[in-house]
């Protein structure tokens, strides 16, 4: 699954490898293409950058959006270099005039006006802890105002974008909040413990995904049913948490 800190850092490598090379060639594979593919041959790759789990790609005035859901993922190659995966899972291959990327799958793929494109995403998501545009009184304002489980709203990519299930168990862990509050139960300080938390999580994350390390070091309940509970030695319990059926840890004694 590709959580926010995942989409990041693909944005991070498409743009130190393609940023300044001139695209000659664009193959989509999508329903999704608001403007004539062949407008964004000759256009420049200008940046790349994340908002939640999509990952955009900027040339000049226009852009392409990826979202990778559970299966998708994104090589870079030099051009000329064989594709690692078959053809028939590409999604989108962007030619510059050194490099070229290929998305395998990805379920997502549209190619529009830059402003337009952000414009209507932004429209759908809340604030994003990983950009210069986070807005921590907004996320604020989101979260208290979220009718239902607290475990459930930081899946909510209105409420805070770019949360996946791993981010969101860890950040109820490290604010010692149990996932099935409800949200209009929790104190200030408790909902800004989880914003906090969920900022600097995904920092971490992403400082990890940069260096090519793993996220395992960082978890301290997901995946780890039954081990003792890193603060209080309490086994760590799995169960399904409803209505999202989400796989859902939790330490019965230090989450209140
Ligand atoms: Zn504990």
């Known amino acids: 699954m590709v959580e926010g800190p995942t989409a990041k850092a693909y944005a991070v490598r498409i743009e130190n490898r393609l940023k300044g090379e001139v695209i000659r060639r664009l193959y989509a594979k999508s329903r999704r293409l608001h403007v004539s593919p062949s407008l964004a041959i000759g256009k420049m790759v200008t940046g790349a950058e994340s908002l939640g789990k999509n990952i955009v790609v900027r040339l000049e005035e226009l852009a392409i959006r ?44 549209e190619l529009d006006l830059y402003e337009r ?49 791993i981010l969101r168990n860890e950040i109820l862990f490290r604010a010692e909040v149990h996932p099935e509050r409800q949200v209009r139960s929790l104190s200030l300080d408790e909902v800004c413990r989880l914003i906090e938390e969920a900022k600097r999580l995904s920092e971490e994350f992403l400082a990890r995904k940069l260096r090519g390390e793993r996220i395992a070091p960082l978890l301290k309940v997901y995946n780890r049913q039954r081990q003792p509970c890193p603060r209080c030695g309490y086994p760590i319990k799995l169960y399904f948490q409803e209505p999202i059926k989400r796989k859902t840890f939790v330490c019965e004694r230090c989450q209140r």
């Open 66 to 109: 990826l979202h990778l859901m559970m299966y998708g993922s994104i090589h870079l190659y030099e051009l000329g270099e064989p594709l690692l995966k078959p053809e028939a899972m590409v999604r989108l291959i962007l030619e510059g005039e050194g490099s070229k990327l290929v998305a395998y799958n990805a379920p997502i793929v």
């Open 117 to 165: 494109l952000m414009t209507r995403l932004k429209a759908g998501l809340g604030p994003d802890p990983l950009r210069p545009d986070w807005d921590f009184e907004k996320a604020l304002r989101r979260l208290r105002g979220f009718k239902g489980k607290v475990g459930v709203a930081l899946l909510d990519q209105q409420v805070i974008a770019g949360l996946g299930n």
